[in-house]
């Protein structure tokens, strides 16, 4: 499976963005999927993710601003951001994962894109 990011881009504090992540190749392997984003010199973090029966999971630090969806007909993943903070400035990543209850364990998942930058000006 290749994942291919897009969406990212520069934003003042309390702006939105959408992200989305296609997904070519072995799409048939596709189950749940994920965002996770990664600021300098941080871990590598969840942000949410969705099963294929839609079922979701985010990270604290962005409940109630973050949701994330999924079109299976095109195989992509989205993420709309909103009420965005200078703290959510990262690479954010999309994850694909073969297997069910993958969940919020990045070690879960095994396709990922190569990642887009999401930046907010305070």
């Known amino acids: 499976v290749q994942l291919q990011a897009s969406g990212g881009g520069l934003v003042q504090a309390g702006g939105s963005l959408g992200l989305s992540c296609s997904a070519s190749?072995?799409?048939?392997?596709?189950?749940?999927m994920a965002w996770y984003r990664q600021a300098p010199g941080k871990e590598r973090e969840l942000v949410a993710f969705?099963?294929?029966?839609?079922?979701?999971g985010s990270s604290d630090p962005v409940k109630g601003r973050f949701t994330i969806s999924r079109d299976d007909a095109k195989n992509t993943v989205y993420l709309q951001m909103n009420t965005l903070k200078p703290e959510d400035t990262a690479v954010y990543y999309c994850?694909?994962?073969?297997?069910?209850?993958?969940?919020?364990?990045?070690?879960?998942?095994?396709?990922w894109g190569q990642g887009t930058q999401v930046t907010v000006s305070s």
């Open positions: 190749g072995s799409v048939s392997d596709i189950n749940e």
């Open positions: 969705i099963t294929p029966g839609g079922s979701r």
């Open positions: 994850a694909v994962s073969r297997f069910s209850y993958s969940g919020r364990d990045l070690a879960n998942y095994q396709y």
